[in-house]
């Protein structure tokens, strides 16, 4: 794969890019990048969407390297209530090649042929129709090439649409299997559960996924949940999952953060303010969602209330910090 440019989906463009720019290499990141099933607990606000977005990016960087290591297609994909998990997952997937497949059509064409098949029954399955597809195709910001793009559509109206409900157990498995992009080696369904979603309903969703996880695994899917600290102890053991992790953020983790969000932050402050940083920290709470939003809102305090010249204060920061928690 040695091009310039690959989008992994225009959906990707729904999601806070602000997250993954402003995230660092939280040791959790690392001991979720494998081929296993793998679940991480963080309260609100402690990174489990920046963590997925990391994810994403470092899973795309790879795709364009020349390195050996295996290739991941990632679907991202935020908890929803109300759906079958079985079906809602092989949905998402299958969405995520919709959108990978309008951006990159190429990629589509050079797939090997038991891939491309397997991709665009998925497709089909999903909009149950070569017309909803084209459109999908055509509303993509990044696609490029008509010629491309009218090729893919050639080739998935000679496939035999079947309804989900009329594919086999095996035919479905055979699908997730082989329904991966040219040259990426496995899929990574990354889940992201926010807080407040329904706790009843999340460990349900939580539990029904421990069954599926190993048999997915076995496909090169590899289910890597982010969940709310809460459902933790309610749980139990998890055999399923290969990596269980807390996401939580030490005083140095945040400062770190910080110092790579606002290069020379200790520049913007009066002299008699020793340690700025720590003033962030402490207000933080251990969140990094709330300490970029602490240094989002200070910025704009020096921006719109700062003359040349003037620098931030403790009694400046009481007054932005109060503001947030209204």
Same mark, same amino acid.
């Given at each position: 794969?040695?091009?310039?440019?690959?989008?992994?989906?225009?959906?990707? =463009?729904?999601?806070?890019?602000?997250? =993954?720019? =402003?995230?660092?290499?939280? @040791?959790?990141?690392?001991?979720?990048?494998? @081929?296993? @099933? +793998?679940?991480?607990?963080?309260?609100?606000?402690?990174? !489990?969407?920046? +963590?997925?977005?990391?994810?994403?990016? !470092?899973?795309?960087?790879?795709?364009?390297?020349?390195?050996?290591?295996?290739?991941?297609?990632?679907?991202?994909?935020?908890?929803?209530?109300?759906?079958?998990?079985?079906?809602?997952?092989?949905?998402? *997937?299958?969405?995520?090649?919709?959108?990978?497949?309008?951006?990159?059509?190429?990629?589509?064409?050079?797939? @090997?042929?038991?891939?491309?098949?397997?991709?665009?029954?998925?497709?089909?399955?999903?909009?149950?129709?070569?017309?909803?597809?084209?459109?999908?195709?055509?509303?993509? %910001?990044?696609?490029?090439?008509?010629?491309?793009?009218?090729?893919?559509?050639?080739?998935?109206?000679?496939?035999?649409?079947?309804?989900?409900? !009329?594919?086999?157990?095996?035919?479905?498995?055979?699908?997730?299997?082989?329904?991966?992009?040219?040259?990426?080696?496995?899929? #990574?369904?990354?889940?992201?559960?926010?807080?407040?979603?329904?706790?009843?309903?999340?460990?349900?969703?939580?539990?029904?996924?421990?069954?599926?996880? *190993?048999?997915?695994?076995?496909?090169?899917?590899?289910?890597?949940?982010?969940? %709310?600290?809460?459902? !933790?102890?309610?749980?139990?053991?998890?055999?399923?999952?290969?990596?269980?992790? #807390?996401?939580?953020?030490?005083?140095?983790?945040?400062?770190?953060?910080?110092?790579?969000?606002?290069?020379?932050?200790?520049?913007?402050?009066?002299?008699?303010?020793?340690? %700025?940083?720590?003033?962030?920290?402490?207000?933080?709470?251990?969140?990094?969602?709330?300490?970029?939003?602490?240094?989002?809102?200070?910025?704009?305090?020096?921006?719109?209330? *700062?003359?040349?010249?003037?620098?931030?204060?403790?009694?400046?920061?009481?007054?932005?910090?109060?503001?947030?928690?209204?």
């Amino acid at each position: 794969m040695n091009n310039d440019s690959l989008s992994l989906g225009s959906e990707y =463009a729904e999601l806070d890019g602000k997250l =993954a720019e =402003a995230a660092i290499q939280h @040791p959790v990141f690392e001991r979720l990048n494998g @081929p296993f @099933p +793998a679940i991480v607990f963080g309260d609100e606000g402690m990174g !489990k969407t920046a +963590a997925a977005l990391v994810l994403t990016a !470092k899973y795309q960087k790879l795709a364009l390297s020349d390195s050996e290591e295996s290739r991941i297609f990632p679907v991202y994909a935020p908890f929803e209530t109300g759906v079958g998990l079985r079906e809602w997952l092989i949905e998402k *997937l299958s969405r995520a090649l919709v959108d990978f497949t309008a951006d990159n059509p190429r990629r589509f064409l050079n797939a @090997p042929g038991a891939q491309k098949t397997a991709m665009g029954r998925l497709m089909l399955r999903y909009t149950q129709s070569v017309d909803e597809l084209r459109l999908n195709f055509y509303s993509s %910001p990044f696609g490029d090439s008509t010629g491309d793009i009218n090729q893919v559509l050639e080739y998935l109206s000679g496939l035999h649409y079947v309804r989900a409900d !009329k594919l086999t157990k095996d035919e479905t498995l055979n699908l997730r299997y082989l329904a991966r992009p040219d040259a990426f080696d496995q899929v #990574d369904f990354l889940w992201d559960i926010r807080s407040a979603a329904p706790h009843e309903e999340v460990i349900g969703q939580i539990k029904e996924s421990e069954s599926l996880a *190993l048999p997915l695994a076995r496909q090169n899917l590899f289910i890597k949940i982010f969940a %709310p600290l809460t459902a !933790k102890d309610t749980l139990g053991s998890l055999a399923g999952f290969h990596s269980i992790n #807390d996401l939580v953020w030490n005083e140095s983790q945040l400062r770190e953060l910080i110092e790579t969000r606002i290069k020379m932050f200790d520049a913007l402050w009066e002299r008699g303010i020793d340690d %700025p940083t720590g003033l962030v920290v402490s207000a933080a709470g251990r969140s990094p969602r709330r300490a970029i939003q602490l240094l989002i809102a200070l910025l704009d305090y020096v921006d719109k209330h *700062l003359q040349e010249g003037e620098k931030l204060n403790k009694a400046i920061f009481d007054v932005v910090a109060s503001t947030l928690q209204d």
